[in-house]
């Protein structure tokens, strides 16, 4: 299972006339099977709006995040049955109920990225093992595991880590200007 995120952020809608940011959130054993759900969040936003599709890099583990959830109930027994997805949603996004360990940089530049790569296969990866992916306005590459990228990340001051990321499947903008939320 995955965390999933749809979000629209005020960074990327600046100049979006009524725009609100908007994040929805929740689990899917195949994110792939989500596009429908992001393009009805897309679709429900303002024209113009450009929202995010996100996916947890690493799978997440069923079995922790239910123990975790059941002691949080015996915790908080008050706790609203309404809102128990958004809490389990949450207790799985948590790194501690990650069952993989892969990291994800965020490589901000749009060129300099065969040279990432190559540092990284000069830190023992195999290059089959490097996972380059096209994001918004850059890209995010995935490795299988931890290792010290203390020199990796000094040389590269476009690069940024982030051990348990989420990863940007998809993008798009609301360009259904003719509609008025409330009316068909």
Not at 41 to 48: A, D, L, R, Y
Not at 76 to 87: A, L, Q, R, S
Request: hydrophobic share 30%; with cysteine.
């Amino acid at each position: 299972m995955k965390g999933i995120i749809f979000t629209s952020r005020n960074k990327d809608n600046k100049n979006v006339t009524n725009f609100k940011q908007r994040t929805i959130s929740f689990l899917s054993n195949d994110p792939t099977l989500e596009m429908k759900k992001f393009n009805y969040f897309i679709q429900e936003g303002v024209p113009g709006e450009l929202g995010r599709f996100y996916v947890t890099v690493n799978e997440r583990s069923n079995s922790t995040t239910i123990t975790n959830l059941q002691h949080y109930l015996l915790d908080h027994p008050d706790y609203p049955v309404t809102k128990i997805e958004n809490k389990l949603t949450s207790l799985a996004m948590k790194p501690e109920n990650a069952v993989e360990h892969k990291w994800l940089f965020d490589f901000d530049r749009k060129d300099g990225i065969d040279d990432f790569v190559s540092d990284l296969e000069n830190e023992g990866f195999k290059r089959k093992e490097i996972e380059v992916c096209k994001t918004v306005h850059n890209y995010a590459i995935i490795v299988p595991h931890g290792f010290d990228s203390r020199s990796i990340l000094r040389k590269y001051d476009c690069v940024e880590l982030k051990r348990d990321g989420l990863l940007c499947i998809a993008w798009t903008r609301n360009m259904n200007e003719g509609r008025i939320k409330g009316k068909k």
